[in-house]
């Protein structure tokens, strides 16, 4: 977005030369630097002494520093001078998972963006978006445990999903997920509620002692019991909540009655 050779714009072409060479992690004015494995002074002196520079080939020389908080004190006072008034052609990205940890007086220097997660619907897309392009096999209900299991990010997703595609022999199957995630098979959870809505005690404990006989995680079984209320209780309210799509939009609807 920086340095495209068609001006600084959102939307860089992905074409030219600057653009190309940024992808394939070559371009001479973009310099990475791991604070989490180079804490030391020297370094960041190294690096601030390069920043004096004009850049070689770009419109501007970009510094990105990641998990920026693992940089001791005195790497920060050596950055301070220069972030406070930092060459024209110089732009620094300062990356970090834990911004209460970086000083009050470098934060105050800097334009602060913070990255949401990313929604599971999005997640889930995204997976569903590869194995089409891979021609791979899979039910929709796995995708959306996988998305969820991610806990908001495509980079953690990937690796489950290729977990996913070795477990269940070349395919993402519901059953094979959820086996592999560990996750509550929600069959029970609607078996007990059920149990619940007829006042049946000796059903609900029967589904329990067959979750047990699984060994199933109850603290997870909890929490999506509490999932499942809350949902039912969204639906009572307006129907309209559980899309059409989803599997269990039946089941859901008949308790919520």
């Given at each position: 977005a920086l340095n495209c050779e068609l001006g600084v714009s959102a939307t860089p072409c992905g074409k030219c030369a600057a653009c190309t060479q940024i992808d394939a992690g070559r371009f001479v004015d973009l310099l990475e630097l791991d604070a989490a494995s180079n804490t030391q002074v020297d370094a960041m002196r190294e690096l601030l002494e390069g920043a004096l520079y004009a850049p070689s080939a770009g419109r501007f020389k970009v510094y990105i520093i990641d998990e920026v908080h693992m940089l001791s004190r005195s790497a920060f006072n050596a950055m301070l001078k220069t972030l406070e008034e930092p060459p024209g052609h110089v732009k620094f990205i300062l990356a970090t998972t834990d911004p209460q940890k970086v000083p009050v007086t470098v934060l105050s220097r800097?334009?602060?963006?913070?990255?949401?997660?990313?929604?599971?619907?999005?997640?889930?897309?995204?997976?569903?978006?590869?194995?089409?392009?891979?021609?791979?096999?899979?039910e929709a209900p796995a995708l959306a445990l996988l998305a969820r299991a991610a806990e908001g990010s495509l980079r953690d997703a990937l690796p489950l999903l290729d977990q996913a595609i070795a477990h269940g022999?070349?395919?993402v199957e519901e059953v094979a997920v959820r086996e592999m995630?560990?996750?509550?098979?929600?069959?029970?959870?609607?078996?007990?509620?059920?149990?619940?809505?007829?006042?049946?005690?000796?059903?609900?404990?029967?589904e329990a002692e067959n979750m047990a006989a699984r060994s199933l995680a109850f603290?997870?079984?909890?929490?999506?019991?509490?999932?499942l209320i809350?949902?039912?209780?969204?639906?009572?309210?307006?129907p309209e909540a559980v899309p059409e799509d989803d599997p269990q939009r039946e089941l859901l609807l008949e308790l919520s009655g």
């Open positions: 800097c334009l602060q963006f913070n990255l949401k997660q990313i929604p599971p619907s999005q997640i889930r897309a995204q997976l569903e978006h590869i194995l089409g392009s891979e021609s791979v096999g899979f022999g070349g395919k995630l560990g996750v509550v098979d929600r069959r029970y959870l609607f078996e007990i509620l059920k149990a619940l809505a007829r006042g049946d005690g000796r059903a609900m404990f029967n603290d997870d079984a909890l929490q999506e019991l509490a999932t809350h949902r039912i209780a969204l639906i009572q309210t307006m």
